[in-house]
């Protein structure tokens, strides 16, 4: 079995690309749904989702899902509007992938630069004996979510390989690891194919031979000058050598007994001032980048476990519960209470 290409999300903390976001919306706005009061009751109005630099975390990324999921729960939300992507919603990634010579090489300049789209999979191509198979893999653990987030990939690449192709893709083989779901008959209508739930993989396969189509768009001349700006905003995001990102992947690592400056200050050998300057220089500051940790970590107590605003308030290191609260909604724009109701 050969490896084509491979994506790999780093961890739930890991920030994501809003390329999928932003069609989300678009599409949600298509069916008459006003999607401002959404991005306001989750905090996550002052966005600006056409920006291949903005990024969100993994738990805002799943509240997002989770909540637009519920308002259509029975339509097959994910495979309308993956029926709806076209490169062009991707940003510099769509440009790359369109002026790429052949599929092969679309799918592999895709998959390196799958960080500005952001999917939560974990995700392989494989060619074995004729069968080119893209596997998707449920590594961040998104449960219910699984069938939206699974119908929403698979539809949204089936509708870019025919932008790219002029061609439907023959699928031979589709599985689905969950039970169908009451629209299941819309996913043999979207996919053109016998669909296999309840199987033991995720995963789409199709004829290797497809890989060595060439593609009509190919611009090498627009594809080397996409791919220098995926690279340069791909560096500047995930950089590990960030200053931004290494006092972040601290505070992480203290939660709830949170340093102070001067204790991370003492980590670079610098004083608490030239922290103070460079943090500056970078349009940030150090009770900014705690205030976008604890942000983080409450979010995710709030989303996936049933503590207390109380306890919640104590993990992260507040011996006042209301200063917790002005503090979360400072950061979200509402309070933690309206913050777990709406999940």
Not at 115 to 141: M, Q, R, Y
Not at 151 to 174: C, D, H, K, P, W
Not at 207 to 236: E, F, G, R, W, Y
Request: with cysteine; aromatic share 10%; glycine share 6%.
């Amino acid at each position: 079995m050969e490896i084509v290409a491979e994506y790999l999300p780093t961890d739930h903390r890991h920030q994501l690309g809003v390329m999928d976001i932003a069609l989300l919306l678009k599409a949600v706005e298509s069916f008459g749904v006003k999607t401002t009061p959404i991005l306001e009751d989750l905090g996550l109005a002052h966005l600006d989702w056409q920006s291949e630099k903005t990024q969100l975390t993994y738990v805002d990324k799943l509240m997002l899902f989770r909540h637009v999921s519920q308002q259509f729960y029975d339509v097959g939300l994910g495979l309308l509007i993956g029926e709806r992507a076209k490169l062009s919603h991707f940003g510099l990634l769509g440009y790359a992938i369109l002026s790429s010579r052949t599929l092969e090489e679309a799918i592999k300049t895709g998959f390196k630069y799958l960080n500005l789209n952001g999917p939560v999979f974990s995700v392989t191509v494989t060619i074995d004996d004729g069968i080119a198979s893209i596997v998707l893999e449920n590594t961040l653990e998104i449960g219910e979510l699984l069938p939206f987030c699974s119908e929403y990939f698979f539809s949204a690449l089936v509708a870019m390989f025919e932008e790219l192709t002029g061609e439907r893709l023959a699928i031979t083989r589709l599985c689905f690891p969950y039970q169908a779901p009451a629209y299941g008959s819309k996913y043999s209508e979207r996919f053109s194919c016998a669909v296999e739930f309840e199987a033991p993989s995720l995963s789409l396969s199709f004829c290797s031979s497809l890989l060595s189509l060439p593609l009509k768009t190919h611009n090498a001349d627009m594809l080397s000058n996409c791919l220098q700006s995926c690279d340069s905003v791909i560096a500047a995001l995930q950089s590990p050598y960030l200053l931004t990102n290494q006092i972040k992947t601290i505070l992480y690592q203290s939660a709830g007994v949170f340093p102070s400056i001067e204790a991370v200050a003492m980590q670079f050998g610098c004083s608490s001032r030239t922290l103070r300057r460079k943090l500056e220089q970078d349009g940030t500051s150090y009770q900014k980048l705690l205030g976008e940790v604890r942000s983080d970590i409450a979010k995710e107590f709030l989303l996936r476990t049933e503590l207390t605003i109380e306890e919640i308030a104590f993990r992260l290191g507040y011996s006042d519960t209301a200063n917790f609260r002005r503090g979360f909604k400072r950061w979200t724009g509402i309070t933690p209470q309206r913050f777990r109701g709406t999940q």
